[in-house]
């Protein structure tokens, strides 16, 4: 009875002993979810139906405040990334009005902007004359004419001399009695000087 009373502990030691606990592994915390986006697209087009290449679409406010895109061929854009949210987006092209449009964007979407030229700028006058040409104007044609003998026609743009010449009737001067110049400008102070009597005009010139 003894031995086997001691063959049994002996086998629940062994076994005690010989069992091993496998540890179970950590689930993995699952991934946070991607952030939804969309994308904003469309085109700018001018009140004639042209697309205007080089136009400014931008997000002027709201979460995504900032975010831009500038138009291609035919005054197409595409501004993708952008967080569901309200909004106000703002077309804008050189010598046109800008234009803007309230937005809440729940899903991607198209947005069209049309937009109105601004007025061709022109100034005229006679004799010497001050005035301010709008730095939106890129170029400018300029025309003069003096129907006495003779004198002198002298612009400034910005400072910078522009035209300086006669006309008139006289024969010494060539009897020019008119002056027709296209020049490119980034605007500025216009001081036409020493041209008494010359009647003038500037007009944008636009590409």
Do not use: H
Request: hydrophobic share 45%.
């Amino acid at each position: 009875m003894r031995k086997l009373y001691s063959i049994l502990c002996l086998a629940a030691i062994v076994a005690a002993c010989g069992s091993t606990s496998t540890p179970t592994a950590a689930t993995p915390a699952p991934a946070p979810p991607a952030a939804v986006t969309y994308t904003l697209s469309g085109t700018v087009a001018s009140s004639t139906g042209a697309g205007i290449q080089g136009a400014v679409v931008r997000v002027q406010d709201g979460p995504n405040a900032g975010k831009q895109a500038v138009a291609g061929a035919a005054g197409a854009f595409s501004l993708p990334g952008l967080a569901p949210s309200g909004m106000t987006v703002v077309a804008s092209a050189a010598n046109f009005v800008s234009a803007s449009d309230g937005v809440t964007l729940t899903a991607s979407r198209i947005l069209n902007f049309t937009l109105t030229p601004t007025p061709i700028f022109t100034f005229s006058g006679v004799g010497d004359s001050v005035f301010t040409l709008p730095a939106t104007v890129s170029r400018v044609r300029i025309t003069a004419r003096y129907t006495g003998s003779s004198s002198n026609f002298i612009v400034r743009i910005g400072g910078a001399l522009v035209v300086n010449v006669i006309i008139g009737t006289s024969a010494i001067f060539g009897g020019n009695t008119t002056f027709d110049g296209t020049y490119l400008t980034a605007g500025g102070t216009v001081a036409i000087t020493n041209s008494s009597g010359v009647a003038w005009t500037f007009t944008e010139v636009r590409p």
